[in-house]
């Protein structure tokens, strides 16, 4: 599973190429990619982060993490909210 949670990230990477930005405003360069594997989830890269996350919680057995990967989850679709997207296709 976590190796599996790896594929959407690195596609996710792969096709944002230069528009890729840590903060939530894009650049007035940066263009919509709707494109490869952004033709399926919004937001690749945060759905991998949550796969990632969710799959180490499982791996440790650890309430936990389960518990940070919910707040991880929480924390990402305020993100998305806010870069203009309503939901981060969990």
């Not at 190796?3 to 360069?29: M, V, Y």
Request: glycine share 4%; charged share 15%.
């Amino acid at each position: 599973m976590m190796t599996a949670s790896l594929l959407p990230a690195i596609l996710g990477f792969r096709h944002l190429d230069t528009n890729l930005s840590p903060w939530p405003q894009p650049h007035a360069t940066n263009e919509l990619i709707t494109h490869g594997i952004y033709r399926r989830l919004r937001h690749p890269l945060y759905f991998s982060l949550t796969l990632l996350a969710a799959g180490w919680a499982v791996l440790r057995q650890s309430w936990p993490a389960l518990f940070a990967t919910a707040i991880l989850v929480r924390i990402l679709r305020r993100k998305a909210a806010h870069e203009g997207s309503a939901t981060i296709c969990l």
